[in-house]
């Protein structure tokens, strides 16, 4: 993190979302304290011997620093108030535009799923256990094509994979096709309307999978979550995804997106997708007449 959107961060904390100081520590150790923990997952007694401070301090003020930063993400992880940027993102890349552009309806997004590790009793865990067998979190996230977090919008659309069914404010890719970029990177061109529909959705719904990526490289935490509250453990990955908006929009240049901004079909290694729906979901017919008037 730039050392000028530190100081922004730990002033809006301060300012807006009530974050104070305490006799034993100001508010730009607080944040320290808590950054550290989420960016290299330091444990409690690292964080002591790291910033001289009691267990009971440094335990304290994480919570503290945690309320201030889910206050805070009740406001940064939001819908655009303008899709102007959104267009523009369009319009730029022939690829894209005019297909992703429907009457009435505007692509604004992408929609995916990641786990994320939880640490829960033994008696609480079978309802959380994933298909490689531990405990996770099941985070399901929209974002816009600039790399941030929003929250899902009913009137227009977002790309989802083939794990969704095509149904109305969701446009899916055809089934039975190649979709995914690696398929046509060792293969040979897309052809037909249908394939080259899925190449062109697969590059723009790769944003949600590189703002999953750059979370996941800055935040160390969400790899081996501390054993918390399962509360709090849900609260830190809400809290991640809030500081994950405010450095896209506070920083010059940070290290974590350029990969991406630079190539914005650089493909990362998959995240796990997850289903909301189950797999006996029918397509909407709504949305398939949208898939078709693009793809022809």
């Not at 399901?140 to 009913?154: D, G, Q």
Request: aromatic share 12%; with cysteine.
């Amino acid at each position: 993190m730039e050392k000028h959107v530190f100081r922004s961060l730990c002033k809006n904390l301060k300012d807006n979302y009530g974050l104070i100081e305490s006799r034993d520590a100001g508010v730009d150790k607080q944040v320290a304290m808590f950054l550290n923990v989420l960016q290299y997952n330091l444990r409690n007694r690292m964080i002591q011997e790291r910033f001289q401070r009691s267990g009971e301090t440094v335990s304290r003020h994480f919570h503290v620093v945690l309320k201030a930063v889910m206050r805070l993400s009740m406001e940064i992880i939001k819908l655009p108030t303008s899709y102007n940027e959104v267009r523009k993102y369009i319009r730029r890349n022939p690829k894209y535009w005019p297909h992703f552009q429907v009457i009435g309806q505007d692509c604004i997004g992408a929609i995916d799923g990641t786990h994320i590790q939880a640490v829960l009793p033994i008696d609480k865990q079978v309802s959380y256990i994933g298909r490689k067998g531990y405990c996770t979190q099941n985070v399901m996230a929209a974002c816009s094509f600039n790399m941030c977090f929003t929250f899902v919008w009913a009137r227009d659309y977002y790309l989802v994979d083939v794990g969704y069914p095509n149904m109305k404010g969701y446009l899916a890719p055809y089934k039975a096709e190649r979709y995914h970029l690696p398929d046509f990177h060792r293969g040979s061109q897309a052809r037909g309307p249908r394939e080259l529909f899925n190449q062109a959705h697969s590059s723009l719904r790769n944003v949600i999978e590189h703002s999953f990526r750059v979370l996941k490289a800055r935040w160390q935490i969400l790899s081996k979550m501390h054993p918390y509250e399962y509360d709090t453990q849900v609260d830190t990955v809400a809290a991640s995804m809030a500081l994950h908006n405010f450095i896209r929009w506070e920083a010059i240049v940070d290290e974590e997106f350029r990969i991406y901004d630079e190539n914005q079909d650089y493909v990362p290694l998959r995240a796990s997708n997850i289903n909301l729906f189950g797999n006996d979901v029918e397509d909407d017919n709504e949305m398939g007449v949208v898939r078709e008037s693009i793809a022809n």
